[in-house]
């Protein structure tokens, strides 16, 4: 749902696998991942593990996914 939303909000193009605005799809990406961040570190001082761990999960599929399906049309922009 994230990527899609992302895709659409960067007016990504699936008959050319391309986006309008390429560096807000990379910008979106960064600052989702500092929100991830300061989640944890919020969950950390409220000693909530379920959250953390639920950011942790989260970031970690955002880390490893994130190239392969929003970044990896951006070079061929």
């Not at 605005?21 to 990406?29: D, E, F, H, I, V």
Request: glycine share 4%; aromatic share 10%.
């Amino acid at each position: 749902m994230l990527v899609k939303a992302v895709q659409e909000q960067c007016g990504f193009t699936e008959e050319v696998n391309r986006y309008k605005t390429p560096s807000l799809a990379m910008k979106l990406g960064h600052s989702l991942k500092k929100c991830c961040a300061i989640g944890i570190c919020n969950s950390i001082k409220e000693n909530d593990a379920a959250k953390r761990q639920t950011l942790e999960d989260f970031m970690y599929l955002c880390d490893k996914e994130w190239s392969t399906t929003v970044s990896s049309v951006y070079p061929f922009f």
